[in-house]
């Protein structure tokens, strides 16, 4: 597990990691 999975930035009430695959998880949120 990388140390940046670590950080989790708020997005719509959800935690997503800030990765390069934030974009997917953004969706999933909406």
């Known amino acids: 597990m990388d ?3 670590s950080t ?3 997005v ?3 935690y997503v990691p800030t ?3 934030d974009d997917l998880h953004c ?3 909406q």
Request: proline share 13%; hydrophobic share 15%; net charge negative.
């Open 3 to 5: 140390p940046r999975d």
């Open 8 to 10: 989790v930035d708020t």
């Open 12 to 14: 719509g009430g959800y």
């Open 19 to 21: 990765d390069p695959m």
């Open 27 to 29: 969706e999933s949120c």
